[in-house]
């Protein structure tokens, strides 16, 4: 989570940013409010307050006043919180409340027109002949489906995977990109793909997520 906010607050956040880059101008407060179902001016106040103190936003006491001030979310350096996923249950939708782990900024040009991305974290080294690394976010494009050897987030039981899939007549084979790890072949039935992977997030020093 973006140090120092809550989930609401980071919400709340990314709502203004992507209203001023489409508008132009930034919301009122009223809109705020109707976006998030919240039902009085106070409510909304409380949480501008509050990423104000904590140097998020600044405002006047002007209509639509607000502006994003803190540096990881300038115009320059213009960034999208996106779900980190944590466990995923079979048949769940893949973006349930109960699966969101944490809310990640990214460079806001690697989700440019991709709707519901989402992150998962890298179990394991079965992908490290791809260049992704255990502990790794992997970036997920949404899509149920999926082209011959295209590298994907694929749910098979109850564990989401990353692997390279292959399409067989009858099966379909989650290819590994580590010698010491054999493909996985499984019934098309029993998986379901999330998505493709378009970008990777690695934190060297483990200190960031």
Known sequence: MAKGMTKRQQAILQFVMDYVQR???????REIGSHFAIGSLRG?????????????????????SIKVTHPSFQSSS???LIP??????AGQPILAQESVEDLIPVPS?????????FLLRVKGDSMTGEGIM??????????????????????????ATVKRIH???????????????DPIIVNPEEARVL???????????????
């Open 23 to 29: 508008e132009g101008y930034p919301p009122s407060i």
């Open 44 to 64: 909304v106040t409380v949480h501008l307050d509050a990423l104000e103190r904590k140097g998020f936003i600044e405002r006047s006491n002007t209509p639509r």
């Open 78 to 80: 213009k960034a999208t």
């Open 84 to 89: 980190l996923l944590g466990s995923i249950a």
């Open 109 to 117: 040009e690697m989700v440019r027109n991709i709707e519901g991305a």
């Open 134 to 159: 255990p502990r790794d976010l992997v970036l997920v494009k949404p899509q149920p489906n999926a082209s011959h050897g295209d590298l994907v987030a694929i749910l098979v039981g109850e564990e």
């Open 167 to 181: 399409f067989d007549r009858d099966a379909i084979r989650l290819m590994p990109a580590n010698a010491a790890y």
């Open 195 to 209: 998505g493709r992977i378009v970008g990777l997030i690695r934190d060297y020093a483990g200190m960031a997520f």
